[in-house]
């Protein structure tokens, strides 16, 4: 990845992993500029978010909470993953699912 993509869409990747309006925010600001790097992150989080939905909903009312407490503390480390390789300016992708989520999502950005 080039460094001027990485150093323009590093502050939009930054915000997509801030809360749901984050990312929201993020994929706005991303159409005007259409950067790969940010696309990237704004992907892996969407995926990231999704799960944690389905987490919540599914798992945690009609399986049991506290295997949705388990699989919320593994998202949440994936998300820090995710997050840090935003602020290193690196295309990392999460562990496990990050490349589902660049397929998935691949028409974003």
Not at 29 to 34: A, E, L, Q, S, W
């Amino acid at each position: 990845m080039e460094n001027q993509t990485v150093h323009e869409g590093k502050t939009i990747a930054i915000i997509s992993y801030i809360t749901f309006i984050g990312t929201i925010i993020a994929f706005i600001m991303n159409n005007d500029k259409h950067n790969s790097f940010a696309a990237f992150h704004i992907r892996q989080v969407i995926g990231l978010s999704l799960f944690w939905l389905i987490n919540g909903f599914a798992i945690g009312l009609y399986v049991n909470s506290m295997v949705a407490g388990a699989i919320s503390l593994i998202l949440f480390v994936l998300w820090i993953i995710g997050f840090v390789g935003a602020i290193q300016g690196e295309e990392k992708r999460v562990p496990l699912v990050g490349d589902l989520f660049q397929d998935w999502f691949k028409n974003i950005g």
